[in-house]
């Protein structure tokens, strides 16, 4: 109550708080986030991770001596002026010193023989595409339009929204309210629908590769403002860079980081959790537990006896409103000069299904434009193909024999058409490795190797899960899968978030330590 009148500083707060324990599992890019918040907030805290490295799936890794990136193809947060930039800048991500590559195009798209881009850039985008589909120019246009005011988006990074007060909401509000109607528009149209609004086949195929169609068309259009507004980029060194160095600001701060520790089960007293317990039978003990791990594991292993998780469960029963993201990941390195090709290159090729992977388009990310790629004078190259609840069921039924050969199958095909379409040798791309969604369930306790969270769909109903576990008071979620379609920023954002509810559950006023004042939010 005396804090109402005597602001609290940040010393009072450490005395008060007689550092309670926060123990959080999972030590992915959520799980690294939610620690430094917490320990910017005085707590102790301890991660338990299963993998032998931090990061989860923001992760590379090398094989023949080349690295591989397996994450971070693009990060939204990337702009300074962004809402997100100084939790990244915070937890150490990257800062300004940071080499970061613009993200200029969603992608260089193979149309008939010529090629398009997906530009940020609006006013290139209008004229090439009004310029190549002049049937469509006043689709185009309200397109450019909703990328107009999809980049009115706010991300409540300052906190929880039901934890401000009514004049920080009232503000976020507004800021937000020009995008509304298009929100509100393109939530409830899946991606498949809004190309139909497009007269030209090409036109609505190129869309189809960018973003597919059980996607809702809201998801491709924020894509899409982030490019505008150039808050999306590729850093350095990739995902295990970054991964360091998060590592570095959690552990430079005081916090434990346990890896090779998976583990079981949170354990109770009636409703409050106690600690976890680990899969070497070890108990730890503490005060409050953040979960950051798969949703599924969360709910179905970590936390199987918390009622108050039914309804995410749920979720799982409905595949059609809650679809997966499963993917394959195939890596290549190429010894021919590739320089001055697209730095993210989509071609068609005739429908072909290898092992239960539809293929009708490939897109490749070439790295010749960060050098910490190249090894030997050769590049990285990699192509992250859509999958299917039905391929991953194929490729868990194979054998270790059968499964190292489908693997094969699918990397000679990708080689044998990228080398086609760029017209070089096949000779002079190597396979380097492929990661299949039984690698991400392996690795990350991934549900079936799901590398973001649900598709974002027309059905899907919940806009944001708040982390909070009814009836259980000092467990909380966070992570990716409380928000679709997942990716990074929800990481970031939803670790920080918990944090929040930590100290929000001790009465003590939340610190932001932020070098840059939130005050844009
Ligand atoms: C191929 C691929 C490409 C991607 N590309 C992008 C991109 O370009 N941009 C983007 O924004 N996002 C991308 N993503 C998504 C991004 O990687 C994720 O959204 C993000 O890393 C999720 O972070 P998280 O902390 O929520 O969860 P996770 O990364 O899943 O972290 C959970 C952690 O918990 C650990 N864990 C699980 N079970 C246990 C247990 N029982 N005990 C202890 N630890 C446990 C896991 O090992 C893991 O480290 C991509 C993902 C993949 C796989």
Redesign the pocket.
């Known amino acids: 109550m005396l804090s109402l009148f005597f602001p609290i500083g940040k010393d009072d707060n450490f005395r008060m708080l007689q550092r309670k324990k926060v123990i959080i ?8 986030t939610a620690g430094i918040y917490c320990l910017d907030n005085g707590f102790d805290v301890a991660i ?4 032998a490295i ?6 590379g890794w090398y094989r023949k001596g080349s690295y591989i990136e ?7 947060g990337t702009n300074p002026k962004g809402d997100l930039y100084p939790l990244w800048e915070h937890i150490g991500a990257f800062d300004e010193k940071t080499k970061i590559y613009p993200t200029e195009s969603l992608s260089d798209f193979d149309v008939n023989g010529k090629t398009l881009s997906l530009w940020g850039d609006l006013s290139q985008l209008e004229k090439e595409f009004c310029e190549s589909f002049p049937e469509d120019k006043r689709q185009i246009r309200r397109f450019i339009k909703s990328i107009k005011a999809y980049s009115h988006v706010k991300i409540p990074t300052r906190g929880p929204l039901s934890q401000m007060n009514p004049f920080y909401l009232m503000n976020f509000s507004l800021k937000m309210a020009p995008m509304v109607p298009s929100f509100l528009k393109y939530k409830k149209m899946s991606m498949g629908e809004y190309v139909q609004k497009f007269k030209n086949e090409d036109l609505r195929n190129l869309l189809l590769r960018a973003m597919k169609a059980s996607y809702n068309a809201h998801s491709f259009l924020y894509v899409m403002q982030s490019l505008y507004r150039k808050d999306a980029g590729v850093i350095e060194g990739g ?1 295990i860079r970054m991964v360091s160095n998060i590592r570095d600001r959690f552990l430079s701060l005081g916090g434990s980081l346990y890896c090779n ?4 089960k949170v354990i109770f007293d009636g409703d409050k959790a106690t600690g976890i317990l680990l ?1 070497n039978g070890d108990r730890i003990d503490g005060d409050y537990v953040i979960v ?3 949703a599924h ?1 969360a709910c179905f ?2 936390l199987a006896d918390a009622p108050g998780l039914d309804h995410f469960r749920k979720k799982y029963e409905k595949p059609i409103e809650y679809p997966l993201n499963i ?1 394959f ?1 195939v890596a290549f390195r190429t010894s021919h000069n590739v320089t001055d090709f697209s730095k993210m290159d989509d071609f068609r090729v005739e429908e072909t299904v290898i092992h239960g992977v539809k293929i009708n388009h490939i897109p490749v990310r070439n790295y010749a434009f960060d050098s910490t790629y190249i090894h030997d004078g050769k590049t990285l190259l990699t192509i ?1 193909l859509d999958a299917t609840e039905e391929s991953y069921q194929e490729w868990k039924k194979m054998s270790k024999e059968e499964y190292a050969a489908a693997k094969e199958d699918l990397a000679e095909f990708i080689k044998g058409k990228i080398a086609g379409y760029w017209k070089i040798g096949p000779e002079e791309i190597e396979t380097l490795d492929v ?1 299949t969604p039984l690698t ?1 369930e392996r ?4 549900y079936h190797g799901s ?3 649900f598709i974002a769909t027309k059905h899907n109903k919940t806009l944001m899960e708040s982390g909070k576990i009814k009836g259980i008071k000092n467990v909380i979620l ?4 409380l928000m679709f379609p ?6 970031l954002f ?2 920080k978030h918990a944090a929040y509810r930590v100290c929000k559950l001790e009465r003590k006023r939340f610190i932001h330590n932020e070098k840059r004042a939130q005050k844009r939010n």
């Open positions: 599992v999972g030590a992915g890019v959520s799980g690294l338990y991770e299963k993998h931090p990061g989860g799936e923001c992760t397996g994450c971070a193809h693009w990060v939204i995902s520790r998976p583990v079981q899969e950051a791990t798969d594991h292993d970590l993917g990941t992250l990661a991400y690795y990350c306790n991934a590398y973001m969270s966070s992570g990716q899968w997942g990716g990074l920023p929800i990481a939803t670790g």
